[in-house]
């Protein structure tokens, strides 16, 4: 009688799996949070110092690519010196770049703050930090649980942009930098206490883990971080798979975060719509973008992987091929569609890719491999965002920035046709020859 009654209580005890999730989507919200205002601040900035588009464009390439370029290595000091310690410290940085902006007056301190230190801060805590969580935590509802994470950084650009751009176009740009600051602030305390590097540390194993798991060997135990990340990178190199991987997600930089992640919002003003409206509708891609990638993570459990991004590519090129003549003051039928699809398309592609990752090249080394591929989507995002900019600035509209990113996803969908089915089992032995 006792023994079936604290079977019961045991089956019924939330696993401690489900508060590190809350709280690592609660981090990647915070993260995402700075992030998704720079479209929203490219104008008030610009009125308010008189910087050009592409010195406000410039900053924005920086902190892209110093995001994803960061990525790889957090990865690895997450595996060495463990993923609460990791998230703290970039919290806390994250609030400090966003916070010293408040008292910048020239554009190299955009560039250093706004640059390289938030693009360090929420590199650490990018889409590679969730897929490590999901890879340790969870071995039942791993896609779901990677497309949930994926989902927090559209929540928060929901939960922060319409704020931001209200009070950008109010009280000051510099409220919805100091509303970011106070966010990341928050969070550090609750990531001390809820957070845990591993199941091991509680004295657990992952959710719907097997009676006989075992956990993996972690790879950086005798190596450094970078080292170890390096060392990674040089073993993939031989894999077809992970080059393929590197250049769609390159071109998924490119087609979200680089381009209408920064200048979807001036490109709409450009047609006479308001910033505030703008800014509701790339915000709405955020509501659209949570369900769409909950549901691939839910695909990815059950279909080929290389047939969900042919298909989500496929798609997200031919849309953009067409919105340049979606845009106007104001908001017909036919743009809202266009950011209901690309909503649901946004990041759909990153719990497929991180499957194919893990089925590649193993479960112990996906996420700094991921931290690679990742490095190269906001490397593409990050030439987007200045290639825009200058595409804007010499020629008066964003038409040809448009038809670019439409070719460059419709490539990327032929590119995942030659993903081979089975493992590269050099890639899988990083050691041989």
């Known amino acids: 009688m006792t023994a079936s009654l604290e079977k019961s209580v045991g089956a019924r005890r939330l696993h401690r799996a489900w508060p590190v999730a809350i709280i690592t989507m609660a981090a990647l919200i915070a993260a995402a949070g700075f992030r998704s205002s720079t479209g929203a601040l490219l104008e008030p900035l610009e009125e308010d110092f008189g910087w050009s588009r592409a010195t406000t464009s410039g900053a924005v390439s920086l902190n892209l690519i110093v995001y994803g370029l960061t990525a790889p290595f957090a990865a690895a000091l997450m595996e060495r010196f463990g993923v609460r310690r990791v998230v703290a410290a970039s919290l806390t940085l994250v609030a400090a770049g966003s916070g010293l902006t408040l008292v910048m007056t020239e554009a190299w301190q955009l560039w250093l703050l706004w640059g390289f230190a938030v693009g360090v801060g929420t590199g650490s805590l990018a889409l590679v930090f969730g897929a490590i ?3 340790r935590w ?46 990341a602030l928050a969070l550090v305390p609750f990531v001390l206490w809820l957070m845990r590097d591993q199941p091991a540390d509680v004295g657990a194993t992952p959710y719907g883990a097997p009676a006989d798991w075992t956990p993996p060997p972690p790879v950086t ?8 990340a ?7 190199s031989r894999s077809r798979t992970f080059w393929i991987l590197f250049a769609t997600f390159w071109i998924c930089g490119w087609s979200t ?19 505030t409206t703008s800014a509701s509708l790339l915000a709405l891609v955020g509501v659209f973008d949570i369900v769409g990638t909950i549901a691939s993570g ?45 909503g649901l398309d946004w990041v759909a592609t990153v719990p497929p890719t991180v499957a194919l990752c893990r089925q590649h090249f193993g479960i112990e080394r996906a996420g700094v491999v991921f931290g690679w591929v990742f490095a190269s989507h ?25 038809i670019t990113a439409g070719v460059l996803c419709l490539l990327a969908a032929g590119l995942c046709l030659f993903i081979p089915e089975r493992p590269d089992e050099r890639a899988l032995n990083l050691s041989a020859p």
């Not at 975060?257 to 910033?275: E, K, R, V, Y």
């Not at 080929?304 to 067409?322: I, M, N, T, V």
């Not at 906001?378 to 448009?402: E, L, T």
């Open 133 to 135: 969580v999901a890879n």
């Open 138 to 183: 969870f071995v039942r509802h791993r896609g779901l649980v990677v497309g949930v994470f994926s989902a927090a950084s559209s929540t928060g650009q929901l939960v922060f942009l319409p704020a931001i751009a209200h009070l950008a176009d109010g009280p000051g740009w510099r409220w919805a930098a100091g509303l970011v600051t106070a966010f």
């Open 221 to 228: 135990a005798s190596r450094g971080a970078a080292a170890a």
């Open 230 to 236: 390096l060392t990674t990178l040089r073993g993939v």
């Open 257 to 275: 975060n680089g381009l209408i992640g920064t200048h979807f919002i001036p490109a709409a003003h450009d047609h006479g719509m308001a910033q």
């Open 298 to 342: 839910w695909l990815t459990d059950r279909v080929d992987p290389r047939k969900l991004l042919f298909a989500y590519y496929g798609l997200r090129g031919l849309s953009l091929l067409w919105v340049h003549l979606l845009l106007g003051p104001q908001v017909h039928p036919s743009l809202f569609l266009f950011v209901v699809f690309y």
């Open 378 to 402: 906001m490397v593409g995002a990050g030439v987007a965002a200045s290639f825009a900019g200058w595409v804007r600035q010499a020629n008066g509209d964003y038409f040809a920035a448009w």
